[in-house]
């Protein structure tokens, strides 16, 4: 591209200035050959009045007088290089004096004319006498004038004529010209070297210029144009250098921002897909995937809602599904007046739907824990005000009867509270060394008795004996007893219930696995939160209120263990507790 562009300087500049020197020189030749011209004219106009002035005498002598006439015509001759021609006031040629010209009538009529106009006191200054000498001429007539003696009245009493070839000044405009063109072959070549260094100092910061644009077109800002002479080319220079400088500061930030819009569009939990106006997916996050990876924006609703949108701008939601509950915002996307697409935000609301639903269980679950023993009460309180029952046997079983359903109330009441307390962190532990192993004996002894009731035996495998370990005997009690207790429910006549202790990746296992009917798998992750009932059928104050296990897993959480369960239908159940040993016996 810069080649081309140098070419054409190159040619612009030697147009432009052969153009320039051509027009000069041809006005300068010019104005010589008119000032060579107007100086002879006027140089002979001179001599010539000069002659006529000294030729008074004679021509008023009436005499002809040749030598005199020739020491005139040679002065004329030496001073400006004319012919000197002399008529009296009849028309008759005094000097030079020849058969072939004795008088003016013998000249062309424009020659005898201008003569004549010197008699009538007129100074003339022409080149028609050309046809006397056959070449170019310039000549020169002035009257010969005399005053009286009075001085008051002029005579013409002749002309004299001078005539002087051009052919000198002919010749020096020749010799101009011949310098002319000289002078253009010596210009035409230092034109040419002038032009070729111009261009290149002129082209070679355009061309680093024009490259460094290139380069921040690609993206590269860190270009720099380096362009050594103080002229305005500098000054683009540095102003192209500001400007990527600026853009690189702008693309950056650009660029940064990008970055941390695309990060928190990358890890936002929710889903977020972009349409164009064509109904395309261009941009969508990792979250969206996750969400909707059994095609879920594929739904005629989903579908719907975004041409919808995309039609009217109202903003939309959709919720679909039944085990996992998604819902789709949609809303229009607009640049400016122009719409743009459609952006869809996908949230999981399972959890929350679930925790609904768990809430209204919850309700519905604590109203029928209160129902079932408050109907029994109030039954049994009508009975003895009505009078029914007489007998004190009776009266004894219904004061019963009130009492067990009262303390019932009171379990149920006091779980909630317990539960209460748990989730609003009001719950300290009252630490002190506990021998885990006796703990375990003891309760084992405890709960057999209930056990023999089912003959369920109860056995302690210690595989290890765990070590003395710092925690709350009451809150660990009450939670193995829970274990026990739901263990002893679930168990068949003639089964067993094993407790087990070890340790294992520096944590004291202690786990309880029965024989019972065991857990269907999908009822597992739903074991430790309220009121939640494997058997939906069972309920009352004597099955259990189904808080028993949520008490238990906040007990292991505050002492810093976890909860795991496993179950087979029909084969049985395990839950393993596991609490952190102390420091030095973990060491």
């Not at 370990?469 to 009451?474: G, K, L, N, P, Q």
Request: charged share 25%; glycine share 6%.
């Amino acid at each position: 591209m810069f080649r081309g562009i140098t070419s054409k300087l190159v040619v612009i500049f030697i147009s432009v200035t052969m153009l320039a020197t051509l027009i000069t020189s041809i006005v300068f030749v010019f104005l010589f050959s008119d000032y060579a011209y107007n100086e002879k004219q006027n140089l002979m106009l001179h001599c010539a009045r000069e002659v006529a002035g000294a030729m008074e005498f004679e021509m008023l002598s009436g005499e002809d007088r040749p030598r005199v006439f020739e020491d005139y015509a040679r002065i004329v001759n030496g001073t400006v290089n004319s012919d000197l021609w002399v008529v009296d006031a009849d028309g008759n040629f005094k000097y030079p004096i020849s058969e072939e010209r004795t008088n003016i009538s013998q000249l062309t009529q424009e020659e005898a004319s201008i003569v004549r106009s010197a008699f009538q006191n007129t100074a003339t200054i022409t080149n028609s006498f050309e046809s006397c000498f056959d070449t170019p001429m310039i000549s020169v007539v002035v009257p010969v004038r005399v005053t009286d003696e009075a001085g008051q009245k002029t005579v013409i009493i002749g002309a004299v004529l001078l005539h002087a070839s051009v052919d000198d000044i002919d010749q020096t405009f020749r010799s101009a010209q011949g310098i002319l063109f000289i002078a253009a072959l010596i210009a035409v070549p230092i034109a040419i070297f002038v032009a070729v260094i111009f261009s290149l100092r002129f082209t070679r910061p355009l061309k680093n210029m024009s490259s460094a644009a290139r380069e921040i077109s690609e993206g590269n800002y860190k270009i720099k144009v380096k362009v050594r002479e103080r002229n305005e080319l500098s000054t683009l220079a540095t102003s192209l250098n500001h400007m990527a400088a600026a853009l690189d500061n702008t693309i950056g930030q650009v660029n940064s921002e990008r970055d941390k819009l695309n990060n928190i569009i990358d890890n936002m939990s929710d889903g977020i897909a972009a349409y164009d106006c064509n109904m395309n997916l261009y941009r969508y996050n990792s979250a969206l995937l996750r969400l909707c990876g059994d095609g879920q924006l594929e739904f005629p609703d989903v579908r719907q809602a975004l041409q919808h949108s995309m039609a009217d701008g109202q903003m939309r939601t959709v919720v679909c599904g039944e085990e996992n509950v998604l819902r789709f915002t949609v809303s229009q996307i607009r640049d400016g007046s122009r719409i743009a697409g459609v952006l869809v935000i996908v949230q999981d609301i399972s959890q929350s739907e679930r925790l609904e639903k768990m809430r209204n269980e919850f309700v519905s679950n604590v109203s029928h824990e209160f129902r079932t023993p408050l109907t029994i009460i109030k039954g049994s309180i009508e009975a003895l005000m009505d009078g029914a029952v007489t007998e004190d046997k009776d009266i004894v079983t219904f004061q019963q009867r009130i009492y067990n359903e009262v303390t019932a109330l009171e379990h149920l009441v006091n779980d909630l509270l317990d539960i209460s307390r748990f989730k609003a962190g009001k719950i300290t532990l009252s630490l002190r060394p506990v021998d885990m192993n006796k703990l375990l004996a003891d309760l084992r002894d405890s709960m057999q008795l209930i056990a023999d009731r089912k003959r369920i035996r109860l056995v302690l495998d210690n595989e290890i004996r765990l070590p003395i370990m710092e925690v709350d005997y009451d809150r660990l009690r009450q939670l193995f007893i829970i274990f026990m207790d739901n263990a002893i429910k679930f168990t068949p006549v003639n089964g067993q219930i094993t407790l087990t202790t070890a340790i294992r990746d520096r944590m004291a296992l202690i786990a309880v696995r029965d024989t019972g009917v065991g857990i269907p798998e999908e009822d597992l992750p739903f074991l430790f939160e309220r009121f939640y009932k494997v058997d939906k059928a069972r309920g009352g104050s004597k099955e259990g209120t189904g808080l028993g296990l949520s008490i238990a897993y906040q007990i292991v959480q505050l002492h810093g263990g976890t909860i795991r369960v496993t179950s087979k239908m029909g084969k049985g159940s395990c839950f393993t507790t596991l609490l952190p040993l102390p420091k030095e016996e973990s060491e």
